[in-house]
């Protein structure tokens, strides 16, 4: 863990877009390299759904094989001090289901520790 890292609001929205370009390419090994071993994904002031990085990793790739188109578009992004929020478009399919989500996420240094889910 890094917190003496000190990054500026652009790095930190560059790795929250980061780890949706690796949810695109459904490469659950990348996407989770950006967390912190003990992060988790959760809903909103919530139950963790998916609890760190092994237990993030395997939920991913299991929903990736349920869900082979899966891909997430960004709509805006902001960055209030170490958090990112990020509009999220996710379509399980061309044809499949559409939602809106707001994403949290949280870092500690140049990692993030939790992702937190608003639908």
């Given at each position: 863990?890094?917190?003496?890292?000190?990054?500026?609001?652009?790095?930190?929205?560059?790795?929250?877009?980061?780890?949706?370009?690796?949810?695109?390419?459904?490469?659950?090994?990348?996407?989770?390299?950006l967390m912190t071993p003990d992060a988790?994904?959760?809903?909103?002031?919530?139950?963790?759904v998916r609890e760190g990085r092994e237990?993030?990793?395997?939920?991913?790739?299991?929903?990736?094989?349920?869900?082979?188109?899966?891909?997430?578009?960004?709509?805006?992004s902001k960055c209030v001090g170490e958090?990112?929020?990020?509009?999220?478009?996710?379509?399980?399919?061309?044809?499949?289901?559409?939602?809106?989500?707001?994403?949290?996420?949280?870092?500690?240094?140049?990692?993030?520790?939790?992702?937190?889910?608003?639908?």
């Open positions: 863990m890094s917190t003496d890292l000190l990054l500026t609001a652009e790095q930190r929205i560059a790795i929250a877009h980061e780890m949706i370009a690796r949810y695109n390419a459904q490469d659950a090994d990348a996407y989770v390299a988790c994904e959760a809903g909103y002031r919530g139950a963790v237990g993030t990793r395997a939920g991913l790739a299991a929903m990736f094989a349920q869900f082979p188109q899966n891909r997430v578009t960004i709509r805006d958090t990112v929020v990020l509009h999220e478009a996710v379509s399980r399919a061309p044809d499949g289901e559409q939602f809106e989500v707001l994403a949290i996420y949280s870092f500690e240094g140049d990692k993030v520790s939790r992702v937190e889910f608003i639908r």
